[in-house]
């Protein structure tokens, strides 16, 4: 069965830098939709950046130029390097991993049907 599972988050102070990983294991990578999301408390699940296998990339505005989204196939990891990260930059990361095409876009939960366990950021000032 397919399975992912986040590391590297942590805590860091604003300006700081943190890289998440995402090691999938199960999922072909010939056809791939993945993603990252985040969701702090009291909010909803927001998709941050997500990659596909027809080389797009997409981003949410709060994170254009300070995340960068990208994939090692042989090492079967999604990576999230985020730098320049803020306070509101704070929450739980998910990975996520989806089949095919379909009428949701990447950076929408509704796309994705496997999921990781999350990674916490905590970002003070």
């Known amino acids: 069965q397919v399975h992912l599972e986040e590391s590297g988050g942590g805590s860091v102070q604003a300006g700081g830098s943190l890289r998440l990983s995402c090691v999938i294991s199960?999922?072909?990578?010939?056809?791939?939709?993945m993603g990252w999301f985040r969701q702090a408390p009291g909010t909803e699940r927001e998709g941050v950046a997500g990659i596909n296998s027809a080389g797009d990339i997409a981003y949410a505005d709060s994170v254009k130029g300070r995340f960068t989204i990208s994939i090692d196939n042989a090492k079967n990891t999604l990576y999230l390097q985020m730098n320049s990260l803020k306070p509101e930059d704070t929450a739980m990361y998910y990975c996520a991993a989806a089949y095919g095409a379909g009428p949701y876009g990447p950076l929408d939960w509704r796309k994705y049907e496997f999921w990781g366990q999350g990674t916490q950021v905590t970002v003070s000032q």
């Open positions: 199960g999922y072909s990578y010939s056809d791939y939709c």
